[in-house]
Each structure stands twice: as structure tokens, then as C-alpha cells.
């Protein structure tokens, strides 16, 4: 009988739990054995590398701090006065004292340095008085077990030597010719600073000191009685577990064979690794138990869900990529991938109408900004207007009206600016020429009544801005600014460059506006209403607000019966040269 495993035939409960068997189980099982044994030996090379720079950081301190010492031997041995001092005859001791006062005291004293407890010479020179650091090299000195093991090393370099619970450097002063006088400085080390050291050392397990012989001269473990007795390092009782480390001061003279050696119970450093073991195992139960009750609940609940999400799904009517390809499958999944396609067909079709709805919609707006565009074009293009002002200028000077022609020369230059509308920006001189040519129109038919003044900054004149921008209002104020004011009319027009932008100030003496009247006039600008007939202001307004949308500045202060002040400041990214 042959047995063919299709999952797509399996009840979904069946692979439920084969899922979990597969792909909890035993990845949890497998996972948390190996994570034990990983963070065992992470642990165990962390705590041995650890140990190892808390082992050498230890050497390093011992060297320096007999280092120190070392310095201060070479010093005096090196001085060739201090050594010719103590060991030449004195006369008398009143001689000995002035010297010792003079200079030995001087030499010798304050050298304070924080590794060494106290330091000491002595000479056999029978002529110096024992005082301070200087002392009578005698016989029961010479029995002594640290003169013993100095004197039994013919090296120049000091003898570092452990008697009487003290480390000390021996250094024979031997360096200069001193008459057959024998002389050596005593060098004590600050046992307190050393023990210090030990005790703060970083390294989790007991330390010891040893000297060439294999005797242990130091430590920081209380257990052993290396202080009362001579103990090899090889005695110790050592852990079951223990681990050995080692930092020998190999190609150093003076501590040629000593070694600092380290014993850490490997047990111990596990210790904390062997207490999460239980937490493990609590926490692998749980991650058992749990996903088990979870998908017995699941199982007898998913296939109600799953037809829930079908019952929805086929009511959705939103975003969809592609279609999932058929497939021979009895169980609910199957369903849902057939629900599915159904929807993902309907979602595209909806995609495809609303898409392209929504491009006709906006082609369309475009097409009324263009036309509302051309319309604001139209207004001011006025082309059988310039023709036929060409028509009667031509005949005022053949007649000889000279005043006349140059009044429609000015209207035909303002019409010829109007008629092309195939660049719409222009220089500030351009702008400014044209609004001379309308203030000269103006000034011919007020007369004396007028007159007018044009300041422009040279470095404003070369920039660009939308055409006839300017122009609307600077005739809003000659016509309804002067025809209604008795007085003589000025119109001041002055062009600037703030910074990066472009500033226009339009200001005349007329009649002025009322205050009801301005917030109408500013309400009725700003408002995004249809234009209709209405050129003026409302038409370069808009044109602005096109062009630049809230990057320019518009202002319009105006008191009844004092005049008007427009300021315009426009962006220069128009204007560039």
C-alpha cells in the first residue's frame, strides 16, 4: 500500500500539530541545550581571559612600583660626587658634619615616592658618623639575611631581595674607584601599598608572589602559612578544578626568575552559570506547556475564524496586488485563495475606473487654471487697440501735433507690452519704463495737476518679474487717487533690494481710503472669487498669487483724506539676471 502525503488533504488541526512538533518542540529542546553549553564556555573563556589581563595588569603594577625604586638606586649610583662623598676620609668628625650638612643631607633626603617605604646607605667608611640615611656598614649588618643575598650576586644592577616580611633593592655603590670602601643603599618597598595591590586586584582567585627558588614571598590568601614558613608554590593544595596562571618577569635583570602566579577555582566562576540551569529547564517547561494549550485552542477555533474572514473578505473592496495562482486544495485555505482571487479582480477593476477618474479630474482643473490664465491675458490684450493708436499717431504728425503723437506713442507702447504674451516676465526697467509711459498720459491729461517720480536701485533693475504686475496700481492711483482730490497730485514710486527680495512702494497724496472701504478692498482681493470684468488690481493680484503663491507681500495702508501707500515685495527667484 503506498502511502502519498499531500498537506494540502490534511485536516488543519494535523498540521497544527505538526507544526508545533517541528517547529517548537524540538527547535526549543535543541536551542536550549545548546545555549547552555555556548554560554558554559563563553563564560569560561570570558573568566580565563579575564583573568589572564587581571594576572599581567598586576605584573604591571609590581613593575612599576619597583621600578620606581630601581630609579632611585641608579641615581645614587650614578652620581659620582654623592659616591666620592662617603667614601673619601674625613679629618675629623666636625668635617663629616658640615659635609653631611652641606650636601649629603640635601642629597638624600626628600625623595619621596610612593612605592618605596625607606631607604637607607651604608659604608664601612670609618670616618662617617652613623646619621639619617647614612649608617655604619658593621658586622652584625653583614650578617644580615638581605645583605647575605645581595652580596652573593656580582652584578652591577640591584638585587631584589625578600627578609623579614619586607622586599628590598640592594644596589652596591661600586660604580666609581671609593679606596677599598665598601657601600650599598638599602631600598625598602611599601609592603602596605603592595599588599593594597594584591587586594584590589581584579583577578577572582588567590595570588602569590614567588622567587627563583619556588618559594611563595607574597600573597593575598590567608589560608596557607607561606608567612611563617618557607612554602614552595608546588605545596599549595590546589582545587579539584583549579586553574593555573602565570607572568614570569622574563629580560629584567633585577627580577630575573621571579614569577607572579594565579589559582582560580573553576568552579566557582561557573557557579553562577550552574544556578540558571533550573531557570533554564522552568523556562523550557513552560515554553512547552504554553504553546501546546495555545494551539488546542486555536485549532478548534481557526476553521470558525477562517470562515469569518472569507465571509469579509468578500465584501472588501480596497488595495490588491496580483491574483494567487490556482491550486488543487480541499481545505479552508483552499477556499480563501479562490475568495481572494474573486476580490482581487474586483479591487482592480475599481483601482482602474477610480484612477483614471480621478486623472480626468485632474486634467481638468489644469485646463481651467490655463483658461483662467488666458482669460487674465486677454483682459489686458488689447491688439486692434494698438493698431489703430499706430493709425492716428501717424496722422497727429503729419499734422504737426507733436503733443498729441507723443500721448499715443505712449498709449501704443503700452498696448505693444499688452499685445505678446509669449514671455511674461520682464526686467524691473521694462516695468518701470511702461509705467512712465502711463504716468505720461496721465500728466497729459491732468496737466499741472500731476506729477510723478521714479527712484529705482541700479542693482534692482536687471531682475525679472511677472509683466505688468506693477502697472494696474500705480493707475488705480492716478485716476481714483487724483480725479477726486482738489489738491495737486504726487505719485512717488521708489524700487529697492532688501535682502533677497524686491520691494516696490507706491505712494501718492490723493484722497485716500476709509477704513470700511480698505478691509472691503483687501477682503475682495484675497478672496479666491471669479474675476468677471473686473481688470485693475484684482487682475495683478491674482496674477501675483499665481506666480508666487504666499511667498510675496502685499500691504495697503491709506487714511481718508491723506493718501495711499502699496507696497509690493516679491521673491528674487524670479528675478534672477
Known sequence: MKIHLNLNYMKLRDKLLLMYLLSVFIPIVVTNIVFYQVTTANVRSQKTSDAAAALDNLKNDLRVMIDQAVGLSYSFYADPIFNKTIARPFVSQMEYIETYNAYLVGTLADRHIQGVRWYQVYTDNPTVLASGYIDKLADTIRHTDWYIQSNASTASYPSFVYSGDTFSLIQKLNNYHTGGI???????????????????????????????AGTIRFGNSMEEDWRTRKLQFEDIALPRSAQLFEADYTGINYLEGWTLHGVMDEELVLNEVRKSRSFVIWLACINFVLPTIIIAAMSRSLHVRLVRILRHMKKVKSQNFQTIPHEDARDEIGQLTLEFNRMTETIHTLINEVYVADIQKKDLELKQQQAQLHALHSQINPHFLFNTLES?????????????????????????????????????????????????????????????????????????????????????ASIHGMESSPEKGIITISVSVQRDRLIFTLRDNGAGISGDKLEELLRYLTQDSEIGDKVGMKNAYYRLKLCYHSRFDFSITSQKGEGTCIRIGLPQELGNK
Not at 191 to 207: H, V
Request: zero cysteines.
Open 182 to 212: 665598601e657601600q650599598l643603599m638599602k631600598i625598602d618597598l611599601n609592603t602596605e601599598l603592595l599588599r593594597q595591590k594584591f587586594m584590589s586586584s581584579a583577578f577572582n582567585g588567590k595570588l602569590y608572589l614567588v622567587d627563583p
Open 392 to 476: 492716428v499717431r501717424m496722422r497727429s504728425l503729419i499734422k504737426g501735433e507733436k503733443e498729441t503723437a507723443k500721448i499715443i506713442h505712449n498709449m501704443a507702447q503700452i498696448f505693444r507690452k499688452s499685445i505678446s504674451w509669449s514671455q511674461n516676465e520682464v526686467k524691473v526697467s521694462e516695468e518701470l519704463e511702461l509705467i512712465r509711459s502711463f504716468l505720461e498720459i496721465q500728466k497729459y491729461r491732468f496737466g499741472d495737476k500731476l506729477e510723478y517720480s521714479v527712484v529705482a536701485d541700479p542693482a534692482a533693475l536687471e531682475h525679472r518679474i511677472p509683466k505688468m504686475v506693477i502697472l494696474p496700481f500705480v493707475e488705480n
